[in-house]
Structure formats: structure tokens, C-alpha cells
């Protein structure tokens, strides 16, 4: 089975810099994603990771270290429209991504 | 365009009542899945297909199932919804090949109300 934890709530500033934590526990790893979902939408594609290190895509960076289960996705220049949930998702076993509850973030001026 | 589409995107309908919930996706993707989304629990997921004729249970399988006849549709079957189906469901493709194997690519998503 699957295990993914990441915190439930996180406040931060516009303009500022903020860290969402993911910790997992799985069986087989073929990769780890982060995702956003605004409110009643469907969540949206932000990062990938299957190798050990820091991938950058503009103001997003995700990290994974594989032998600690361990990924953070980091914003940078937070703008309001990034106030929405961050969903880190690990495929393992069966390729299909299980999802973390998601962490809502709440960005304010 | 590249897409998963559901329908319907919104249903209420009453307990007992069984229904059909599509999803078609048009770029050839080997896997697809379902999820279920509720407050504070997270997309948990339904069932999903690795291929045409094979489906696998995933965390919440109990009231729902599905059918891969064909590789760009997995249908979600309620046989006899009750209030607690009320959910959030997203339906989601993907595929092994690059540059994000396994990337998921969502369908808009239903919001089904049963009473």
C-alpha cells in the first residue's frame, strides 16, 4: 500500500516563499507529482520527479530525495492566484498515482 | 485537442437509482481511473484500467463498477447509489510515455448528489 502525508493547511504572504512538505511510504516507486486544484476544478499537472534533486519550472520547484520519501514543492514570488490546494501524488506498483489529501494554501496580501 | 471529458458534469438523482457515469479520453492513453473527491479526505481512488479488458480495485472500490470494452472509454456504474456516492468524481488518463510517465491527465469532474 501507500502512504502520503503533507500538512493540511499553509498561510503565506504575497510575494513571499513557501515550502509544501511530502512525506510517503509506498510500494515501488515509478514517480512523484505535485498537482493544483483550485476550488471545483479538476487538478492541473505542475511537476515531476523520479530521480533525486531539484526540478525548476519558473516560479515552481519540486525536490525528491528517494531514499528519505521525502519532496517539497516550493513557490516562490507567490502571487493570489496561488491561493488553491497542492496535491503530491507517488505512482507506484500499479503506475496509477495515489494522492495526498492536498494542502490548502492560502495566500494573502 | 487533447482531453478527458465526463458526462454528465452534475446529476441528482434519488437512492436505488442506478446510473452511468462516462469518460472518454482521445489521446490513446493506456490507464485510466477514477477518484472520488471529498472534504478533507482527498482524491481517493475508485477503480482503474491498465489496459482495454483489465481493471483493478483501488481504495474505495465498494458501490461502484466500471468497464474497459473499448481503450478510450471507462464508464463508472453506480448499481444502486446511496447517499454517502455523494461526491466529487474525476475521471483521469494517462500513459508510460514520456516526459511524465504515468502524468494524470483529469476529466472536469461530475458532482453527484444523491438523496
Known amino acids: 500500500g501507500q502512504n502520503i502525508d503533507q500538512p493540511t493547511e499553509m498561510t503565506a504572504t504575497e510575494g513571499a516563499i513557501v515550502q509544501i512538505n511530502c512525506t510517503y511510504q509506498?510500494?515501488?516507486?515509478?514517480?512523484l507529482f505535485w498537482y493544483q486544484q483550485h476550488a471545483g476544478e479538476a487538478p492541473t499537472f505542475l511537476s515531476y520527479?523520479?530521480?533525486?534533486g531539484l526540478e525548476e519550472k519558473g516560479r515552481f520547484s519540486s525536490f525528491l530525495s528517494r531514499s528519505k520519501g521525502y519532496s517539497y514543492l516550493l513557490l516562490k514570488e507567490l502571487q493570489m492566484k496561488d491561493s488553491a490546494s497542492y496535491l503530491c501524488?507517488?505512482?507506484?506498483?500499479?503506475?496509477?498515482?495515489?494522492f495526498g489529501r492536498g494542502t490548502s494554501l492560502i495566500v494573502h496580501p | 485537442e487533447a482531453q478527458v471529458t465526463q458526462n454528465p458534469r452534475y446529476l441528482i438523482t434519488v437512492t436505488g437509482k442506478k446510473l452511468t457515469v462516462t469518460c472518454s479520453q482521445n489521446?490513446?492513453?493506456?490507464?485510466m481511473s477514477w477518484y472520488r473527491q471529498d472534504p478533507g479526505l482527498g482524491l481517493r481512488q475508485i477503480y482503474y484500467?491498465?489496459?482495454?479488458?483489465?481493471?483493478d480495485k483501488g481504495d474505495v472500490p465498494e458501490g461502484y463498477k466500471v468497464s474497459r470494452k473499448e481503450k478510450r472509454n471507462f464508464p463508472l456504474i453506480l448499481e444502486s447509489p446511496s447517499p454517502n456516492q455523494t461526491s466529487l468524481y474525476f475521471c483521469?488518463?494517462?500513459?508510460?510515455?514520456?516526459?511524465?510517465?504515468?502524468?494524470?491527465?483529469f476529466g472536469p469532474g461530475t458532482r453527484l448528489t444523491v438523496t
Open positions: 509506498t510500494s515501488g516507486f515509478n514517480g
Open positions: 483521469a488518463s494517462s500513459s508510460a510515455g514520456t516526459p511524465s510517465p504515468y502524468e494524470q491527465y
Open positions: 520527479n523520479v530521480l533525486d
Open positions: 501524488a507517488v505512482s507506484g506498483g500499479s503506475y496509477i498515482p495515489t
Open positions: 484500467s491498465m489496459n482495454v479488458e483489465v481493471t
Open positions: 489521446m490513446n492513453h493506456e490507464y
